[in-house]
């Protein structure tokens, strides 16, 4: 009869011990997940759409509508044309003031290349944008929930070394 008791009495304890254990690793879970969550922006004008700053949003670009009121972004290039022999670039641009929560996309020749996501007002720069051969026509635009910035074109002519 003893050995029966001291058994329950050893899963017991063997169950509390358990249960501490993990409840202890929830509460570690939980302050790991707090902050790792972006907080949510203050009201902009232009604050994007989109409700859960934990999940990406999944969205077509050809269905992006044209805002013509959003503010456009602005290269920073004292030129529409550069020419170049370099095979790589840089450029950076300005996303207007009061606009949180937008992607801004880099096109070159129709195709995506590059992008920055959930980024606030500010100057970011795109390095390492690799050139086609000659003619490249580098787009970028700004995507707010489910609107999209008029977009800014310079077109990048690469020469060949000879």
Request: glycine content about 4%; charged content about 25%; overall charge positive.
């Amino acid at each position: 009869m003893k050995k029966f008791l001291f058994i329950i009495l050893l899963l017991i304890l063997i169950l509390v011990s358990f249960l501490n254990i993990k409840q202890s690793s929830w509460i570690k879970e939980g302050k790991m997940q707090e902050s790792a969550v972006k907080e949510p922006p203050e009201d902009y004008i232009g604050e994007s759409e989109k409700q859960d700053y934990q999940t990406p949003e999944i969205y077509e670009l050809n269905s992006l509508k044209v805002d013509s009121k959003l503010p456009e972004l602005r290269i920073n290039s004292i030129y529409d044309t550069v020419f170049t022999t370099s095979a790589i670039i840089a450029l950076s641009i300005e996303l207007p003031k009061k606009i949180s929560g937008a992607d801004i996309f880099l096109f070159n020749n129709g195709r995506k290349k590059d992008m920055y996501s959930q980024v606030n007002a500010g100057e970011y720069k795109f390095r390492n944008i690799f050139l086609d051969d000659s003619v490249n026509n580098i787009i970028f635009f700004y995507r707010l929930g489910s609107r999209r910035s008029q977009s800014e074109k310079i077109v990048v002519i690469r020469q060949s070394n000879r």
